[in-house]
C-alpha cells in the first residue's frame, strides 16, 4: 500500500507540474521547458529567467537553483510566498553590483525531493544500521521522507551531464567554472555544496541558504551532521583554485538547529585554508525557516559569490 500511495503522489506531482501556472515576472524574461527528460531523474520543469537586455551578443554567467518553482512568483507557489529572484538581481544588476545572470530554476522532484538533494556519498559511508534508520525517518512523525533509496549522485549527473548542456547550447552562456554558480536552501543548500564537491571543475561557487545539517528531522543520536563534516574534510576543492562557499542560518523553527553544526564545518573550512574572500558564514538572529526569510537575505549570497569572483 505504501508503495502505491507513493506512486500516486509522483503521478499528482507530474501533473501538478504539467499543468502549472507560469509564474510572472516583474522584470526580465521567464522561459519554461516543461518535463524536462532525463535519463538520470524522474521528468521536472525548468523555468529559466533572461536578464532585463538580454541579447546573445553577449555572454552571461549562469546561476542554477534548486526548488525552481520558488523562486520567482508567490501566486503560483505552495505556500504563497518566493524568493523574488527577478527583482532582487535586477536590483543588484541597476546598482552595478554584479553582471546579468541567467538563473536555471530547477523544479524538484516533489516526493523525490529528499533523495535527489541528501548527499549520496556521506550517506553511504554510514553503517548499514544507520542507513537504514534514516531511511524510516518521518516528518511530524507520519510523512515519510524518503520515497526511493537516496539518488543524489543521479541528480547531479543530470544537472551537469543533461541541463547544463542544454542551456549552454540554447543560451549564450559563460561555459566555464568561473561563471557556474549553484544555490539552494535547506536540503537545496546541502546538495549546493556537495555540488561544487563533486563537479569542482564545473561550479564554481555554492550558495549554501539554511543548510540542513542535521538531513532529517531529529539532531537527537543523528550521525549525519558527523558524516557530512567527515566528507568535507575529504572533499572540498582548494580555495587558492578561486571556489566560493557562502553559508547561512537563522534562529527560529527548524534553523534553531544549525549554528552549532555550522560552527563544527566553519572550523573545517579554516583547516582547509578558505579564508573571507572565499568563504563567509552568516547568522540572521530572528530569521525562520522559510522562502520569505531568504528572500530578505538572497541579495547577501549574491554579492559575495559575484564580488568575489571578480565579475
Same mark, same amino acid.
Given at each position: 500500500m505504501e508503495k502505491v500511495i507513493v506512486f500516486l503522489g509522483l503521478i499528482i506531482t507530474s501533473y501538478c507540474q504539467v499543468n502549472a501556472q507560469l509564474p510572472q515576472v516583474s522584470?526580465?524574461?521567464?522561459?519554461? %521547458?516543461?518535463?524536462?527528460?532525463?535519463?538520470? %531523474? !524522474?521528468?521536472?520543469?525548468?523555468?529559466? /529567467?533572461?536578464?532585463?537586455?538580454?541579447?546573445?551578443?553577449?555572454? +552571461?554567467? %549562469?546561476?542554477? =537553483?534548486?526548488?525552481?518553482?520558488?523562486?520567482?512568483?508567490?501566486?503560483?507557489? /505552495?505556500?504563497?510566498q518566493d524568493w523574488m529572484v527577478d527583482e532582487i538581481i535586477t536590483s543588484l544588476m541597476t546598482e552595478g553590483v554584479i553582471p546579468g545572470v541567467i538563473v536555471v530554476g530547477v523544479w524538484?522532484?516533489?516526493?523525490?525531493?529528499? &533523495?535527489? +538533494?541528501?548527499?549520496? @556519498?556521506?550517506? @553511504?559511508?554510514?553503517t548499514p544500521q544507520e542507513q537504514e534508520a534514516i531511511y524510516q525517518a518521518t516528518r511530524n512523525g507520519t510523512q515519510s521522507l524518503f520515497a526511493e533509496p537516496i539518488k543524489s549522485d543521479a541528480y547531479l549527473k543530470f544537472l551537469v551531464k543533461e541541463l547544463k548542456p542544454y542551456i549552454d547550447k540554447k543560451y549564450s552562456t559563460y561555459r566555464d567554472r568561473q561563471h557556474t554558480f549553484i544555490a539552494g536552501s535547506s =536540503?537545496?543548500? *546541502?546538495?549546493? /555544496?556537495? !555540488? *561544487?564537491?563533486?563537479?569542482?571543475?564545473?561550479?564554481? !561557487? !555554492?550558495? &549554501?541558504?539554511?543548510?540542513? /545539517?542535521?538531513?532529517?528531522f531529529s539532531a537527537d543520536n543523528n550521525p549525519i551532521p558527523g558524516a557530512f563534516q567527515a566528507y568535507l574534510r575529504q572533499h572540498l576543492p582548494n580555495p587558492k583554485r578561486g571556489y566560493r562557499l557562502y553559508f547561512d542560518f537563522g534562529t527560529e523553527t527548524l534553523d534553531a538547529f544549525y549554528e552549532p553544526f555550522q560552527q563544527q564545518v566553519d572550523i573545517i573550512m579554516q583547516e582547509k585554508g578558505w579564508s573571507s574572500s572565499t568563504w563567509t558564514t552568516r547568522k540572521f538572529t530572528g530569521a525562520d525557516h522559510s522562502e520569505r526569510a531568504w528572500q530578505r537575505r538572497l541579495d547577501i549570497p549574491l554579492r559575495f559569490i559575484f564580488t568575489s569572483s571578480g565579475l
Open positions: 522584470a526580465g524574461t521567464l522561459q519554461r %521547458v516543461e518535463q524536462f527528460s532525463s535519463r538520470y %531523474v !524522474a521528468p521536472r520543469n525548468i523555468d529559466i /529567467w533572461l536578464p532585463p537586455g538580454y541579447n546573445d551578443q553577449q555572454k +552571461y554567467p %549562469v546561476l542554477y =537553483m534548486h526548488d525552481g518553482q520558488m523562486l520567482f512568483d508567490s501566486v503560483t507557489t /505552495w505556500n504563497k524538484n522532484g516533489g516526493a523525490l525531493r529528499h &533523495c535527489e +538533494y541528501f548527499p549520496q @556519498q556521506p550517506f @553511504q559511508s554510514l =536540503m537545496g543548500g *546541502l546538495i549546493s /555544496w556537495y !555540488a *561544487l564537491c563533486e563537479y569542482p571543475r564545473v561550479f564554481g !561557487a !555554492a550558495a &549554501c541558504l539554511s543548510t540542513h /545539517w542535521i538531513g532529517i
